[in-house]
């Protein structure tokens, strides 16, 4: 486990290649080995079949030789073989296994057959630099063995295997540089929408709530785009409502603070008409008002008088103000006045 998490790569894109790339080369190896183990096994069928050729059509040459002593026959068979069966020895020996015409005698590991029935086949292990197989065809005369045809199955051809392995080999590495190029151009494809919400998701966590991915096509990673940017969408509202109820808590917060400043300077024995001066301070600073005034009633005759209140007044006519205000004392309640782009508020203090 260890070897291989030092061997395949650690990022999604070069995962997908190196396992697409092992795939090509394991399919391209294997019909390889399976091309040239066919032509390997062809090689050998076709050196038997011309070895069970050679051994039949000998029959009548060899019964011939054994009993006229004539070799015409075998010698006219030798001279027009084929080029394709001229590699192949033939040996022909007596039934003390003395070589009577041919190639030179070849004795197999396991040595010759003691006797051989009429009519019958058998093999030994090749001579090696010459054989990779001895075939013996019994000649009979009758029911009495005359002789035997000694066949040695050529060796395998290297020269001719090394011409295949070089063309298998070549085309198996053109298949493999083809394959690695597509595994490549593949994974690019396949993981092009996944590299987005990669960077997406990078975005996010570097506080761009605002990314989006591209979707194109159809499909499972065109359905995981889809839902990356309704997760973007929804985490982006949900940090905007949360970016809003932080500024209304830190709007509350200034207020309390504002209110508690104020208290606590009441706290302490100051004029009313200086602590009246802070109040309204305080309230234009909350309120984020350019106008303010505070107006208490006087015991004597329970007349309105004003104690403090912003140097400017607003350009309102003051029948308006007027109004707003006799509805706030005589109802001793919270009024609202719109006037081409003022706002004014009355509020009793109870």
Known sequence: KSVLSRVIPQSVQGTLIFYLTWIVVFINVFFAIITLSRENLNF??????KTNFLGRILQEPVRELFKTGSSVTLNRLFENREPGMANIRVTIYDRNWWSKFGDPSRLPPEGFPHSLSPNTITSRSGVSGKSSREVFFAVSSGSEWIGTIG??????QFSGFYESFYQVAFTAGVNIFLGVALAIFIAQIILRPL???LEGLDAIKRGNYSQRVPINGTGELATLGSMFNLMASALQEKIREEVDRNRKLDEINQELWEI????KTMGFTLP???????????????SFSSYGQVLLFISEGRQLQTKV?????PRIPREVYEKGLA??????????????GYTLLFHPLL
């Open 260 to 263: 508690y400043e104020l208290t």
């Open 327 to 340: 509805d706030c004392l005589g109802g001793n309640e919270r009024i609202e006045v719109q006037w081409e």
């Open 151 to 156: 066949i040695g199955v050529p060796e395998f």
């Open 309 to 313: 209140e912003a140097p400017y007044f």
């Open 44 to 49: 050998y069928k076709e050196g038997a079949a």
């Open 272 to 286: 009313l008409q200086h602590i009246l001066e802070r109040f309204l301070e305080k309230a234009q600073t909350l």
């Open 195 to 197: 590299s987005f919400i």
